[in-house]
């Protein structure tokens, strides 16, 4: 079976899914995510496949050093979370997963 291109990837997500469920998961906004899909797309689409891949490209999974693989809604509701309360978690998991996702290359 060949290798499947990211926009490949891409373009099977948001038809399993939606685009707006993709554009989530991605970061993006849906206009981005249509713009990439038609070849409209004007800006730099390194960081887009970057992104793609890193969040789509093991399965549809997301390592996290620190809850393993995970889907990619929960690796953001993660992210998102940690931004919020940052430093000032009392939890020793959720000041991990802060520090953690401070450092990951995924959604920064």
């Known amino acids: 079976m060949p290798k499947l ?3 490949d990837i891409l373009r099977r ?7 707006k469920i993709v554009a989530r998961d991605l970061g993006y906004s849906r206009a981005t995510v249509a713009l990439v899909l038609s ?8 960081n887009i496949e970057q992104r793609v891949m890193s ?6 999974r997301v390592a996290c050093p620190i809850l393993g693989e995970v889907a990619p ?13 940052g430093m000032k978690a009392s939890n020793p998991e959720t000041l991990r997963l ?10 920064n």
């Not at 997500?13 to 685009?19: C, D, I, K, P, Q």
């Open 5 to 7: 291109m990211w926009i």
């Open 13 to 19: 997500r948001v038809e399993s899914s939606s685009a």
């Open 39 to 46: 070849g409209k797309y004007k800006g730099n689409l390194k």
């Open 55 to 60: 969040i789509y490209g093991n399965n549809g």
């Open 73 to 85: 809604a929960k690796c953001i509701d993660t992210w998102q979370m940690s931004k919020t309360i």
């Open 98 to 107: 802060y520090k953690a996702c401070e450092k990951c290359g995924v959604r």
